[in-house]
């Protein structure tokens, strides 16, 4: 078993639909949460970043952690095409001061 | 200011060459990672440098793989008598401070390095 678990999709929604992607994990150690997006043949780009429980919200994208189920999850609110885009779900803390990764999920916006 | 700056971002070489890939990171980041991409996968790690000091090399797939850092800035990574599963692409990033800081990473768009 990974020890970060992320569905690969691809997950298809209409625009102006609310995006909801998860990533489980294993480590209850870990205490440090990241989103990336990456879009086709660019590198991640840091979208949220989150330390412990709760929710943090920048913009239309909200980052929610519930370190008792070991979840996290990213909201999109009012999608657009242009997030179309893989999103990549990362976390340390605890011995593992290395990010570890899950696989992406590929997030597809029709119009 | 400048982000991090990966060459060359496309590569295509025979089976067998070596091959030589930079990453030229955010000004000051003094911690700098390599990761390696395949289709459809996470990224996996390769090193991180400290510095100019590689303190985890743990991730390097063989002996084949070696990287350096010099004045603290510019990496390189280079792949040995190349083979078609080293076919990925791959990504550098660089944070601020040491990975124990918790601090996100930063990344290039990678080299697309592919095997013939």
């Known amino acids: 078993q990974k020890e970060v678990e992320q569905d690969p999709g691809p997950l298809s929604v209409p625009e102006g639909a609310i995006v909801s992607l998860n990533c489980t994990y294993s480590?209850?150690?870990?205490?440090?949460f990241m989103w990336y997006r990456q879009y086709s043949r660019k590198g991640p780009e840091l979208l949220m970043y989150t330390y412990s429980s709760g929710n943090k919200e920048d913009g239309r994208f909200t980052a929610q952690v519930d370190k008792s189920s070991k979840y996290i999850s990213l909201f999109i609110r009012d999608s657009q095409p242009s997030d179309s885009a893989t999103y990549l779900c990362a976390m340390s803390g605890g011995s593992n001061y290395q990010l570890i990764w899950g696989a992406g999920t590929k997030l597809i916006i029709k119009p | 200011g400048a982000g991090v700056s990966q060459s060359p971002s496309n590569k295509v070489t025979e089976k067998g060459k070596d091959v030589e890939l930079r990453c030229d990171p955010i000004?000051?980041?003094?911690?700098l990672y390599w990761y390696r991409q395949s289709l459809g996968q996470g990224l996996e790690f390769l090193i991180y440098?400290?510095?100019?000091?590689?303190?985890?090399k743990s991730g390097l797939p063989s002996d084949r793989f070696s990287a350096e850092r010099t004045g603290g800035s510019v990496s390189t990574l280079t792949i040995q008598r190349t083979q078609q599963e080293d076919s990925a692409v791959y990504l550098c990033?660089?944070?601020?401070?040491?990975?124990?800081?918790?601090?996100?990473?930063?990344f290039g768009d990678g080299t697309r390095l592919s095997i013939l």
């Open positions: 000004s000051g980041h003094t911690a």
């Open positions: 440098f400290q510095g100019n000091s590689a303190p985890d």
């Open positions: 990033a660089s944070s601020p401070n040491a990975p124990t800081s918790n601090q996100p990473q930063h």
């Open positions: 480590n209850s150690a870990f205490q440090y």
